[in-house]
C-alpha cells in the first residue's frame, strides 16, 4: 500500500530527488519548501500523489499547520523526510553571530520544529520512521566547517537521543550522514560564506574558498543514488539507525572513530 511522506526542502537539490523517486515509487509526497511554486515546478504528472506545500521550516506554526493538513488529506505520516538545511561556510570568526545563530536557527532548531510537529501523529499510530539529513559533517569537523559542523552535531546529538524516546512507541529513525553531494550545498544560491575580514586568516580564507569554488558542481556523490537508497530502506520492517554515504563520508569517519579509538587509549593510559 503507498504511504505518506513529508519531505521538506524539496524544491532543489536532495529533498528533490527523495521526493521525486518516492513519487516514481508509487508512494504519495507532500513536498515542501520555502516556496511551493518551486517546489511543484517540474513535477507535473504526479497528480493528486503530490501536493506541494509552503512551508519554511523556522516557521514553527507553519510546521504544524503542514503536518495536521497532511494528516487531514491522507490519514497518516508515515516517513518524515527532515531534509531542509545550508551550510555557512567558512572560519569562525569571520562569522557574525548573526549568521551563526540563523545556521541553528534552520538546520538545528527548524529541523526540531518539523519533528515536533509530525512526532505525535506518528507516535500515537505507534509507527512512523523519521529520516533526518545530517551528514559527515555531523560527525566530523574541519577548518572551515566549524559552524555548519556545529548545527550538523547538534542535530545528531537531539536524534540520537530523540530516537531512543520513539521508539518504544514503534517510531524509527534513520540519521543519514552524506558526503560530498552534487547539489547546490557548495554555491552562493544555498551556502553563506564568513564576511568578516581578519588578516591572521586571510590566506587559509583564500584555500578554503578555493576548495569550495573548484568542488561546487564536481562532488563526488550523486543525490539521486542517495534518494534511491532512502526510499528503499525506508520499505523494510527494520532500518539500520544509520546511513552513511559515499567513499568520502565512510574514509572521513573511520578516521575519526582511529583517531577517538587513539585518544581514549591514550585516556586509559594516563589513568
Ligand atoms: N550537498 C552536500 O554535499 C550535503 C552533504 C551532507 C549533507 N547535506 C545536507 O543535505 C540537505 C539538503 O541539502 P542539498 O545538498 O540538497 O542542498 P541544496 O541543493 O542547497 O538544497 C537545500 C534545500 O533546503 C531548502 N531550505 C533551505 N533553508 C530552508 C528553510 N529555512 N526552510 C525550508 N527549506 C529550506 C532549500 O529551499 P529553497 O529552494 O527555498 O532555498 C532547498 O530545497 C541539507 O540538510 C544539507 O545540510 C548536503
Do not use: C
Not at 171 to 179: A, F, I, M, N
Request: proline share 3%.
Amino acid at each position: 500500500m503507498a504511504r505518506v511522506w513529508l519531505v521538506t526542502g524539496a524544491s532543489r537539490g536532495l529533498g528533490r530527488a527523495i521526493t521525486r523517486t518516492a513519487l516514481d515509487a508509487g508512494e504519495t509526497v507532500v513536498a515542501t519548501g520555502r516556496s511551493a511554486d518551486a517546489v511543484r515546478d517540474g513535477l507535473e504528472g504526479y497528480h493528486d500523489r503530490l501536493h506541494a506545500l509552503a512551508l519554511d521550516i523556522t516557521d514553527a506554526e507553519a510546521a504544524r499547520a503542514v503536518a495536521s493538513e497532511t494528516v487531514k488529506r491522507f490519514g497518516s505520516i508515515d516517513v518524515l523526510v527532515n531534509n531542509a538545511g545550508y551550510a555557512e561556510l567558512g572560519f569562525f570568526e569571520t562569522f557574525t553571530d548573526a549568521a551563526i545563530r540563523r545556521q541553528f536557527e534552520v538546520n538545528v532548531f527548524g529541523t526540531m520544529n518539523v519533528a515536533r510537529a509530525v512526532a505525535p501523529h506518528m507516535r500515537r499510530r505507534r509507527s512512523g520512521l523519521i529520516v533526518t539529513i545530517s551528514s559527515v559533517s555531523g560527525l566530523v569537523s574541519n577548518s572551515g566547517g566549524s559552524v555548519y559542523s556545529a548545527s550538523k552535531f547538534a542535530v545528531e546529538g537531539w536524534m540520537e537521543g530523540f530516537a531512543e524516546e520513539l521508539a518504544p512507541f514503534g517510531v524509527r529513525s534513520l540519521l543519514v550522514e552524506p558526503g560530498m553531494l552534487r547539489t547546490d550545498f557548495m554555491d552562493r544560491k544555498s551556502a553563506s560564506f564568513g564576511g568578516i575580514d581578519i588578516p591572521d586568516y586571510a590566506e587559509a580564507v583564500a584555500q578554503y574558498r578555493s576548495f569550495v569554488e573548484g568542488a561546487n558542481g564536481n562532488q563526488p556523490n550523486d543525490p539521486k543514488l542517495l534518494a534511491a537508497r532512502i526510499v528503499a530502506l525506508a520499505s523494510q520492517v527494520e532500518t539500520p539507525a544509520r546511513l552513511l554515504f559515499g567513499n568520502d563520508a565512510t574514509q572521513w569517519a573511520g578516521a575519526k572513530i582511529d583517531k577517538l579509538r587513539e585518544e581514549i587509549a591514550q585516556s586509559a593510559d594516563l589513568g
